[in-house]
């Protein structure tokens, strides 16, 4: 069931296993022949994130303007802060790879919601050392697209009278459409871009409107 607060706990142990996923791709694969697969971590929090946010969307009696609200608040705080301080970091340190000024520049990068499809435009290096210390901002990015389009889709299917199979449908085949879209891209754009990640995050809203219904039940 979901908190008052909105937090899924039965989805905790998933989380917990893509973050180690993701941390062993970027810590111990360096070291040891294993874990270069890890990178699926990835691809399960979109299909989480999907499957999150669409549950809050179809729950709540608010509207698209609320709802981007609540995650600017929630999520901008934090980015902002990541920016400031790594721009006050870099120019403290004199040994620093990059100044502050070229640090403040790939941070309006990362707070415009940028990091995306600057990634998906790189080659070369999948670690994104141009975008340091903000690489790692692209998948926020996506999710911030996906914040702007998918609530107005949902919203407008609930003021029509749609049901959450029907809209479930949808989603599951405009997961499949974005994902054999992206099939030819390529890896830079396929990875980092929003097409075939919208793919995930709407496998994820797919199975978060099963739910609705009543066809499939957490544990």
Same mark, same amino acid.
């Given at each position: 069931?979901?908190?008052?607060?909105?937090?899924?706990?039965?989805?905790?142990?998933?989380?917990? $296993?893509?973050?180690?996923?993701?941390?062993?791709?970027?810590?111990?694969?360096?070291?040891?022949?294993?874990?270069?697969?890890?990178?699926?971590?990835?691809?399960?929090?979109?299909?989480?994130?999907?499957?999150?946010?669409?549950?809050?969307?179809?729950?709540?009696?608010?509207?698209?303007?609320?709802?981007?609200?609540?995650?600017? $608040?929630?999520?901008y705080?934090?980015?902002?802060?990541?920016?400031?301080?790594?721009?006050?970091?870099?120019?403290?340190?004199?040994?620093? !790879?990059?100044?502050?000024?070229?640090?403040?520049?790939?941070?309006?990068?990362?707070?415009?919601?940028?990091?995306?499809?600057?990634?998906?435009?790189?080659?070369?290096?999948?670690?994104?050392?141009?975008?340091?210390?903000?690489?790692?901002?692209?998948?926020?990015?996506?999710?911030?697209?996906?914040?702007?389009?998918?609530?107005?889709?949902?919203?407008?299917?609930?003021?029509?009278?749609?049901?959450?199979?029907r809209?479930?449908?949808?989603?599951?085949?405009?997961?499949?459409?974005?994902?054999?879209?992206?099939?030819?891209?390529?890896?830079f754009?396929?990875?980092?871009? !929003?097409?075939a990640?919208?793919?995930?995050?709407?496998?994820?809203?797919?199975?978060a409107?099963?739910?609705?219904?009543?066809?499939?039940?957490?544990?």
């Amino acid at each position: 069931s979901v908190g008052e607060t909105g937090r899924f706990a039965y989805l905790d142990g998933i989380r917990a $296993v893509a973050i180690c996923a993701v941390l062993a791709l970027h810590w111990v694969s360096w070291y040891v022949p294993l874990f270069h697969g890890g990178s699926i971590g990835v691809d399960v929090f979109f299909v989480l994130s999907g499957f999150i946010i669409t549950t809050l969307l179809w729950r709540s009696t608010g509207g698209w303007g609320g709802f981007v609200r609540r995650r600017i $608040v929630r999520l901008y705080p934090a980015l902002v802060g990541l920016v400031a301080g790594s721009v006050i970091l870099y120019a403290a340190v004199p040994w620093a !790879p990059d100044g502050p000024l070229e640090v403040a520049r790939r941070g309006v990068v990362a707070l415009t919601q940028a990091s995306s499809l600057w990634a998906a435009d790189q080659s070369g290096s999948l670690w994104l050392p141009g975008l340091e210390p903000f690489g790692q901002t692209w998948s926020l990015a996506v999710e911030w697209y996906f914040y702007l389009l998918w609530p107005v889709l949902v919203l407008l299917a609930r003021r029509h009278g749609w049901s959450a199979t029907r809209l479930a449908r949808v989603a599951l085949a405009a997961a499949v459409a974005c994902y054999v879209v992206s099939l030819p891209l390529p890896s830079f754009p396929f990875y980092f871009g !929003p097409t075939a990640r919208f793919g995930e995050l709407l496998a994820g809203a797919a199975l978060a409107l099963a739910f609705q219904d009543g066809r499939l039940r957490p544990s």
